[in-house]
């Protein structure tokens, strides 16, 4: 399957002037470039550029290369959502529910990269109950990240693993390459898997309280009876 890098980057107005007017995704696309990296690169100002990139836009740019993309996202980020130009956020929930027409559409084999702090918090796309399909593998950081670091890092990501590296073996490139050992890759199904598995851990530990609690009631009830015939 031949796979192209699809950048889209929404930054606040001041990064870009912090940087003389340059963007991360920019900068990064540049060196794909050099590289000859096969890319695509857009920017976007608020919800609905977004929701159009990752949608429309993009499914023509994939008719267009005849090949599938590596979706990265360059924006800030939190536990919860990433954040647009303009301000708005996606939820992660959202975000999937978005995607889940290509990621059934490429069966899985998605890989999602985030240049963006807390990135790797796009695990949580994967911890749902019910839709069998999942994105292949997220790489993210799951602390702050810097301009300098994200650059360095997804530029050694990207010339490894299109140069036949393994996603693993790349994310650890991108580790030593940046100096930081926060970023990280899961697939969606072990993503899944964990999600699945604490919500057996919390049922089993709510099953434990309330045994106690019918115990405890039980005792009471009993000792009550016993107390009134004397």
């Known amino acids: 399957m031949q796979l192209f890098v699809y950048i889209i980057e929404s930054l606040r107005p001041e990064d870009i002037r912090n940087r ?6 920019q900068v990064l696309s540049q060196s794909l470039n ?11 100002n608020s919800k609905s550029e977004f929701i159009k990139a990752i949608t429309l836009n993009l499914y023509e740019t994939i008719l267009n290369k005849e090949a599938f993309p590596i ?19 996606i939820t992660w929930a959202e975000l999937r529910e978005k995607l889940f027409v ?13 240049c963006s702090c807390y990135g790797f918090s796009g695990c949580q796309m994967a911890m749902h109950l019910h839709e069998g399909e999942n994105f292949g593998i997220l790489i993210g950081n799951d602390n702050e990240l810097g301009f300098n670091e994200g650059l360095i890092a997804y530029q050694t990501f990207y010339y490894h693993l299109l140069k036949g590296n393994t996603i693993e073996g790349s994310v650890e490139a991108m580790k030593i390459a940046s100096a930081d050992k926060n970023f990280r890759c899961i697939s969606g199904m072990d993503a899944k898997k964990v999600y699945l598995d604490y919500i057996r851990n919390q049922a089993y530990e709510l099953a434990k309280i309330r045994i106690q609690q019918a115990k405890y009631q039980f005792n009471n009830i009993y000792f009550l009876g016993d107390f009134s015939n004397k």
Request: aromatic share 14%.
């Open 20 to 25: 003389n007017n340059l963007a991360l995704g």
């Open 34 to 44: 050099f590289l000859d990296i096969n890319y695509e690169y857009i920017y976007v």
């Open 71 to 89: 979706l990265h996202f360059s924006m800030h980020g939190n536990e919860h959502c990433i954040q647009f130009s303009n301000g708005e956020f």
């Open 102 to 114: 290509l990621i059934k559409t490429m069966q899985s084999d998605l890989i999602i990269c985030m």
